[in-house]
């Protein structure tokens, strides 16, 4: 039955991947390994931070919110009205993406086939090099143009790889080419210093546990309660959310994907902190405020396997 349903996921999901709006990255039906992997890690996470017990506690949380406010506005009806509605149409938002995502794979698994007929024909070396190329080449190819078309490939493989070798890139790029690399300003009152970070709260709770710095999910190791230390987040990056303690980003804003999920799970969260990944190492103690922006390094030696704790 396990099989089965692992199946009819791959059937119904399998088309999502990391940074799926990228033709050319591959997808979970045909590389699964990175969700497996986060599956994986969700054994480990405790009972008490199990997510059917989290999004239960949100939920009595979410009641009593609605509740407040409505004697505070003096509408209680209304406000209860308007909650139940918003609830039961919000996941709506997502639709679009989703059905963009399923078309997008449909066309990529055509485009292979493809690809495949230009490697029998000589033309590729590669059936996923044809996402190398410029739409107007495509059609140039069925045109019958002639060109040396692996040469291309090759030639734009090489500067994929040294862009590749990036660890950051600017926040702003301005028009005269000048590009931008601090993090946002501060709300807080704190200077930064040796063992103070500062960032724009984006996720209100403090949180007091372990950092893991994380490049990739694919490749990421995050244990249950760890906080995750990137240089941002897109949909791909969702699933670690539930094994998170807490969410540290180099860019990002109120409203970009990081900030929204990390309130949507309850977890504190903090972004735009200049050189995050850099300045921070996997296994240090800190301490995060998401109300105030602020990050307190407790110890500065590295500890693997030391386990959290909450504030």
Not at 14 to 24: A, P, S, T, V, Y
Not at 40 to 51: F, G
Not at 268 to 294: N, Y
Request: charge should be negative; hydrophobic fraction near 40%.
């Amino acid at each position: 039955e396990k099989s089965q349903q692992s199946i009819r996921f791959m059937s119904d999901y399998g088309m999502r991947g990391l940074c799926e709006i990228d033709f050319g990255r591959t997808r979970w039906r045909k590389e699964p390994s990175p969700l497996m992997q986060t599956l994986k890690s969700y054994i480990d996470i405790d009972e008490d931070h199990a997510p059917d017990k989290v999004f239960a506690a949100g939920e009595v949380a979410a009641e009593d919110a609605i509740q407040r406010l409505g004697k505070e506005l003096g509408k209680p009806k209304l406000v209860s009205f308007l909650a139940r509605r918003t609830r039961a149409i919000a996941g709506i938002r997502e639709l679009p993406k989703f059905t963009i995502i399923k078309l997008m794979g449909i066309v990529r698994t055509k485009m292979i086939e493809e690809g495949e007929k230009l490697v029998e024909s000589d033309v590729l070396q590669d059936p996923k090099d044809i996402f190398l190329l410029h739409d107007y080449e495509i059609i140039a190819i069925a045109q019958g143009e002639e060109r040396n078309w692996k040469d291309v490939i090759t030639e734009r493989k090489a500067v994929m790889a040294s862009e590749a070798t990036r660890s950051r890139v600017p926040r702003v790029i301005t028009s005269d080419g000048f590009g931008f690399y601090g993090g946002a300003a501060t709300k807080a009152n704190v200077a930064e210093g040796e063992n103070v970070l500062c960032g724009e709260p984006v996720s209100p709770g403090t949180y007091e546990g372990r950092v893991r710095i994380v490049h990739s999910p694919a490749e990421s190791q995050l244990r249950p309660g760890e906080i995750l230390v990137c240089h941002g987040t897109d949909p791909a990056w969702t699933p670690l959310f539930l094994s998170a303690g807490a969410l540290l980003m180099e860019v990002g804003g109120l409203m970009t994907h990081g900030s929204v999920v990390a309130r949507e799970y309850g977890i504190a969260a903090i972004v735009g902190i200049e050189k995050v990944t850099e300045r921070l190492m996997t296994g240090q103690l800190v301490r995060i405020d998401g109300s105030s922006g602020v990050v307190e390094i407790l110890e500065d030696e590295r500890v693997e396997d030391a386990t959290e704790t909450k504030a």
